[in-house]
């Protein structure tokens, strides 16, 4: 949904267009209500300047693998080959959207982090889908 306005004094947002399905939510925690599970939907921005997106046409299946490949935004320390310089994998990303970068049923997510202790790494309000 698109939001048309938003009172920060309020919390209430006027929409472009109607919800089209039912959506919950209330100030305080409902885990006391429901055995410890807080029921409340969680709104957040799914749009974004900067898209990441994976090709999903026939060009990235093959006939052992008939699903989209996607792709991955890879973050690493690694040394260099040449003369074993030490490189630190980084990467702050705020209100990004990552799409079709991983694959189905598998454990290739969209963010990999693959041995990245030396940089820092924070990804906030952001959709990976």
Do not use: W
Request: hydrophobic share 35%; net charge negative; glycine share 6%.
């Amino acid at each position: 949904m698109t939001v048309e306005s938003y009172d920060p004094l309020t919390g209430i947002i006027d929409l472009v267009e109607p919800l089209e399905r039912y959506h919950f939510g209330a100030r305080e925690s409902t885990e006391d209500q429901y055995s410890g599970i807080d029921m409340r939907g969680e709104v957040l921005l799914l749009s974004s300047n900067v898209n990441i997106t994976a090709n999903t046409d026939s060009s990235s299946q093959t006939v052992a693998h008939p699903e989209p490949y996607g792709c991955h935004v890879l973050v690493s320390d690694f040394f260099e080959p040449s003369d074993f310089t030490y490189r630190t994998g980084s990467i702050i990303a705020d209100n990004i959207a990552i799409n079709h970068c991983s694959q189905l049923d598998k454990s290739f997510a969209g963010i990999k982090f693959h041995y990245a202790v030396g940089g820092t790494n924070k990804v906030t309000n952001s959709a990976l889908s």
